[in-house]
């Protein structure tokens, strides 16, 4: 499975942005992963944004970015989104999606790697104030 993340830049605080992550491999199929964004601030340690289940029935975020991420995927284009609204400085991060095969209990997972079994090479996005 290969993950290819995409849409960071610099942004001013209040601004917007939405990442992309394509997945691709010979025996992928959309359906059976769940798919999410994981962040790392210079300095910091990884952490969890959001994630979303195969079909898209639950969805899961981080308190810090609850009510201005959304996180959505069209299983059709094996693509997940983040559509990141009312930006912050503190948003600052190389942004990673991962996919995860199988049953997911929901963010319940310990760093590193969070219960993701693939993780792509990142974007960043610089949020400035």
């Known amino acids: 499975v290969q993950l290819q993340a995409s849409g960071g830049g610099l942004v001013q605080a209040g601004g917007s942005l939405r990442l992309s992550c394509a997945a691709s491999?010979?025996?992928?199929?959309?359906?059976?992963?769940?798919l999410g964004w994981f962040r790392q601030a210079p300095g910091k340690e990884r952490e969890f944004v959001s994630t979303?289940?195969?079909?898209?029935?639950?969805?899961y975020y981080a308190d810090s970015v609850k009510g201005r991420f959304t996180i959505s995927r069209d299983n059709a284009k094996n693509t997940v989104y983040l559509q990141m609204n009312s930006l912050k400085p503190e948003d600052t991060a190389v942004y990673y999606c991962?996919?995860?095969?199988?049953?997911?209990?929901?963010?319940?997972?310990?760093?590193?790697?969070?219960?993701?079994?693939?993780w792509g090479r990142g974007t960043l996005v610089t949020v400035s104030s």
């Open positions: 979303i289940t195969q079909l898209g029935g639950n969805s």
């Open positions: 991962a996919a995860r095969a199988g049953y997911y209990s929901g963010p319940v997972y310990a760093a590193p790697f969070y219960g993701m079994d693939y």
């Open positions: 491999g010979r025996t992928f199929n959309s359906d059976s992963y769940v």
